[in-house]
């Protein structure tokens, strides 16, 4: 399934829908895919495969402790292929989301193409602007993949446009001006920001990330958003009450979408 | 003139970081060139170099030193002279001036041994402004010392627990500090290098060095060197020594990277020399990685130069092949910082000390290139006080476990 039908299909749910995170190779390659897999069996519409890096600016301490753990058990750029190629056929798009210079090192188009062959629909990139990603423009063509890049509350509205122009499946709007984490409560620049992307989107569906965490507050962000990330509540489920509480928080989350 | 508009240097430099910072890395470019384009700014900022850091620093003639090699002149750019001892007070009171400009009150600034973190406490305590340092966990047990300096100076420090527990982690917890309270504060990075404009700016603050050089080795010999050294850390003293030389075409420039126990055992920090192209901490330049592009974790006697990247216009400037840039190892480090200290009464930096080993393993080479006894700088970018804790123990001057910090 591509990233749009499965917006499409939350769309005429009349929800919004679940996107969620896990790194690879968290806590192990293995159980990660098990990980994944539970995550889409209990309600998840995306998915996103986290690709553990040695730096990773945008994140909070929640997926720097799980990435870091990842990366000290070994796990390599072509577990993570393998992760998306072991969970893409149970019916979600699967997207990574990389930090750059792991997919620069790899090169970008053995990337594209090895990423396209294991059935993954995209690439979510954090600190990749349209402005430097020629090369990756390129691939993504070549490959046909989503490409996702994220915009914020301190984007100006010419940037937005720009940004938005670049992106296919869906635009990442960063709800707060911060790193990963969950957060008690949502932000309120989040519909803001949402409503300069979608007057800049047109069809394409707009997620919010960062600080999700319950169902409540997947419903809250829901009501104007078209996709609700969620990435360190469920890294801090897994490891902490394994996949049992994986599963009940993603049951919790999809159903503050579907109430 | 290099960087483009986007801050490239050909392929290196430009920006990989959030969007969500691109707004004040904009911002941030806007204010300084207006700056550097107003004399009120400019002005101010010299005024402050000369009468509170105290530049012009002395260029000073080596005359010990170059009889004791033979055959050479030995210019050495004092700017362990300069209050807090060393180039880098000249970055930090560009940018803490620059952020008063802004109208911003806060300044963050990462660092590894101490000593950017000490010049940047240095200038928000003379420029009224809250100043938080990150410092890796396992750096502030190295350098308690620097630790009470900054914390004498008003400054918070934020041992760092993440990652690897240095530098380079500090950079990410200061970036992380950034994206999240950027409408207050001034991100104070301590080298040439990060996302555009950070080269070109730091790199336009430091670039006195240089160009008093010049003007200095011009009156003193009536004619340019026929080299200039500096170590390369990050790039700030170097890039800011070789600035105003590049139009120069008959002076060579060598940048020396720190080569740790020698490059061919992995334990090392020189970026260029020893490393492959990639991009960290918001450019593309040379970096330590390891075949998926993980960064590798750098390794130098001198806390200044364990960085395991480098500022891109340096990896432009060696691509070009404008700039000549070697390793030098701990050893050979150790080495020139025991020759100053007794041939001229000047203990440098162990950084520092790079610059002149580098220079003398080259002068046999550029003697036979030139066919004449060279005149040469030697950028002595700082001050050997913070460093002897690491040579007592190197040279054995300790009674086993005495000195602390
Ligand atoms: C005295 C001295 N020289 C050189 C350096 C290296 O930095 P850069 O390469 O940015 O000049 C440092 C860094 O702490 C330093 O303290």
Same mark, same amino acid.
């Given at each position: 399934?591509?990233?749009?039908?499965?917006?499409?299909?939350?769309?005429?749910?009349?929800?919004?829908?679940?996107?969620?995170?896990?790194?690879?190779?968290?806590?192990?390659?293995?159980?990660?895919? *098990?990980?994944?897999?539970?995550?889409?069996?209990?309600?998840?519409?995306?998915?996103?495969?986290?690709?553990?890096?040695?730096?990773?600016?945008?994140?909070?301490?929640?997926?720097?402790?799980?990435?870091?753990?990842?990366?000290?058990?070994?796990?390599? @750029?072509?577990?993570?292929?393998? @992760?998306?190629?072991?969970?893409?056929?149970?019916?979600?798009?699967?997207?990574?989301?990389?930090? %750059?210079?792991?997919?620069?090192?790899?090169?970008?188009? *053995?990337?594209?193409?090895?990423?396209?062959?294991?059935?993954?629909?995209?690439?979510? @990139?954090?600190?990749?602007?349209?402005?430097?990603?020629?090369? %990756?423009?390129?691939?993504?063509?070549?490959?046909?993949?989503?490409?996702?890049?994220?915009?914020?509350?301190?984007?100006?509205?010419?940037?937005?446009?720009?940004?938005?122009?670049?992106?296919?499946?869906?635009?990442? *709007?960063?709800?707060?001006?911060?790193?990963?984490?969950?957060?008690?409560?949502?932000?309120? *620049?989040?519909?803001?920001?949402?409503?300069?992307?979608?007057?800049?989107?047109?069809?394409?569906?707009?997620?919010?990330?960062?600080?999700?965490?319950?169902?409540?507050?997947?419903?809250?962000?829901?009501?104007?958003?078209?996709?609700?990330?969620?990435?360190?509540?469920?890294?801090?489920?897994?490891?902490?009450?394994?996949?049992?509480?994986?599963?009940?928080?993603?049951?919790?989350?999809?159903?503050?979408?579907?109430? | 003139?290099?960087?483009?508009?986007?801050?490239?240097?050909?392929?290196?430099?430009?920006?990989? !970081?959030?969007?969500?910072?691109?707004?004040?890395?904009?911002?941030?470019?806007?204010?300084?060139?207006?700056?550097?384009?107003?004399?009120?700014?400019?002005?101010?900022?010299?005024?402050?170099?000369?009468?509170?850091?105290?530049?012009?620093?002395?260029?000073?003639?080596?005359?010990?030193?170059?009889?004791?090699?033979?055959?050479?002149?030995?210019?050495?750019?004092?700017?362990?002279?300069?209050?807090?001892?060393?180039?880098?007070?000249?970055?930090?009171?560009?940018?803490?001036?620059?952020?008063?400009?802004?109208?911003?009150?806060?300044?963050?600034?990462?660092?590894?041994?101490?000593?950017?973190?000490?010049?940047?406490?240095?200038?928000?305590?003379?420029?009224?402004?809250?100043?938080?340092?990150?410092?890796?966990?396992?750096?502030?047990?190295?350098?308690? /010392?620097?630790?009470?300096?900054?914390?004498?100076?008003?400054?918070?420090?934020?041992?760092?627990?993440?990652?690897?527990?240095?530098?380079?982690?500090?950079?990410?917890?200061?970036?992380?500090?950034?994206?999240?309270?950027?409408?207050?504060?001034?991100?104070?990075?301590?080298?040439?290098?990060?996302?555009?404009?950070?080269?070109?700016?730091?790199?336009?603050?430091?670039?006195?060095?240089?160009?008093?050089?010049?003007?200095?080795?011009?009156?003193?010999?009536?004619?340019?060197?026929?080299?200039?050294?500096?170590?390369?850390?990050?790039?700030?003293?170097?890039?800011?020594?070789?600035?105003?030389?590049?139009?120069?075409?008959?002076?060579?420039?060598?940048?020396?990277?720190?080569?740790?126990?020698?490059?061919?055992?992995?334990?090392?920090?020189?970026?260029?020399?020893?490393?492959?192209?990639? !991009?960290?901490?918001?450019?593309?330049?040379?970096?330590?990685?390891?075949?998926?592009?993980?960064?590798?974790?750098?390794?130098?006697?001198?806390?200044?130069?364990?960085?395991?990247?480098?500022?891109?216009?340096?990896?432009?400037?060696?691509?070009?092949?404008?700039?000549?840039?070697?390793?030098?190892?701990?050893?050979?480090?150790?080495?020139?910082?025991?020759?100053?200290?007794?041939?001229?009464?000047?203990?440098?930096?162990?950084?520092?000390?790079?610059?002149?080993?580098?220079? /003398?393993?080259?002068?046999?080479?550029?003697?036979?290139?030139?066919?004449?006894?060279?005149? !040469?700088?030697?950028?002595?970018?700082?001050?050997?006080?913070?460093?002897?804790?690491?040579?007592?123990?190197?040279?054995?001057?300790?009674?086993?476990?005495?000195?602390?910090?």
């Amino acid at each position: 399934m591509t990233v749009s039908v499965a917006f499409e299909k939350a769309r005429a749910e009349g929800r919004a829908a679940l996107v969620g995170y896990l790194p690879a190779g968290f806590p192990s390659v293995a159980e990660g895919i *098990a990980a994944v897999k539970a995550m889409i069996e209990s309600g998840v519409d995306l998915v996103e495969i986290g690709l553990p890096y040695s730096d990773p600016v945008m994140d909070g301490p929640v997926i720097q402790r799980a990435t870091e753990q990842a990366l000290a058990g070994g796990v390599r @750029t072509r577990d993570v292929l393998h @992760t998306v190629e072991a969970v893409s056929g149970a019916g979600v798009p699967v997207l990574i989301m990389s930090y %750059w210079n792991p997919i620069e090192k790899y090169g970008v188009d *053995a990337f594209a193409r090895d990423l396209a062959a294991a059935g993954g629909s995209g690439l979510i @990139t954090p600190d990749l602007i349209p402005d430097e990603a020629e090369e %990756w423009l390129a691939a993504s063509d070549a490959y046909q993949l989503d490409r996702i890049f994220l915009v914020s509350p301190s984007s100006t509205d010419e940037r937005i446009a720009m940004t938005v122009a670049h992106c296919r499946g869906f635009v990442y *709007a960063t709800a707060v001006m911060g790193v990963t984490g969950a957060r008690d409560s949502t932000s309120s *620049a989040a519909p803001t920001l949402v409503s300069r992307v979608k007057a800049a989107a047109g069809n394409l569906p707009v997620g919010v990330g960062l600080g999700v965490r319950s169902g409540a507050q997947a419903a809250e962000v829901g009501a104007y958003a078209d996709g609700v990330i969620v990435g360190s509540a469920l890294v801090s489920a897994l490891a902490d009450g394994g996949l049992p509480a994986l599963r009940t928080l993603t049951q919790d989350l999809r159903s503050g979408l579907t109430a | 003139m290099l960087p483009d508009d986007r801050g490239h240097f050909g392929p290196y430099g430009g920006r990989f !970081v959030p969007e969500a910072l691109i707004a004040a890395l904009d911002e941030l470019d806007a204010h300084y060139r207006k700056a550097m384009a107003d004399p009120e700014f400019t002005g101010e900022f010299e005024r402050m170099l000369r009468e509170y850091a105290g530049t012009p620093s002395l260029l000073y003639d080596a005359t010990h030193l170059s009889a004791h090699v033979g055959d050479v002149r030995i210019l050495l750019k004092r700017e362990d002279l300069n209050h807090t001892g060393a180039h880098k007070v000249r970055n930090v009171l560009g940018q803490a001036l620059l952020t008063k400009r802004m109208g911003k009150g806060r300044v963050i600034a990462e660092t590894g041994a101490g000593q950017h973190g000490v010049a940047s406490a240095t200038a928000a305590a003379y420029l009224d402004l809250e100043c938080v340092v990150y410092m890796g966990e396992v750096d502030t047990k190295r350098q308690a /010392l620097n630790v009470a300096r900054m914390k004498m100076l008003g400054a918070t420090v934020i041992p760092v627990t993440t990652g690897s527990r240095t530098l380079k982690d500090a950079i990410n917890e200061a970036l992380r500090d950034w994206v999240t309270n950027v409408d207050d504060t001034h991100y104070l990075l301590g080298t040439a290098a990060g996302p555009h404009p950070f080269p070109a700016m730091v790199r336009d603050f430091v670039r006195g060095i240089g160009v008093e050089a010049r003007a200095q080795c011009l009156a003193l010999t009536g004619a340019l060197p026929d080299a200039v050294a500096a170590c390369v850390g990050g790039g700030s003293n170097a890039i800011g020594m070789f600035h105003a030389f590049v139009p120069d075409e008959s002076v060579r420039l060598y940048g020396f990277e720190a080569g740790g126990d020698g490059i061919e055992t992995g334990r090392h920090a020189a970026s260029i020399t020893g490393g492959s192209h990639g !991009v960290l901490h918001g450019s593309r330049s040379y970096l330590l990685q390891d075949e998926d592009g993980q960064t590798i974790e750098s390794h130098s006697i001198s806390a200044g130069l364990d960085y395991p990247s480098v500022g891109p216009e340096h990896a432009w400037l060696h691509d070009q092949g404008r700039a000549r840039y070697q390793p030098v190892t701990d050893a050979e480090a150790m080495d020139a910082f025991a020759l100053l200290c007794r041939t001229e009464g000047i203990i440098p930096a162990i950084e520092s000390a790079h610059a002149l080993a580098g220079m /003398l393993r080259e002068i046999p080479a550029l003697r036979a290139e030139l066919g004449h006894e060279p005149t !040469v700088i030697v950028n002595l970018s700082g001050r050997g006080d913070k460093d002897m804790h690491t040579a007592g123990e190197y040279f054995g001057l300790f009674d086993s476990g005495e000195v602390i910090g």
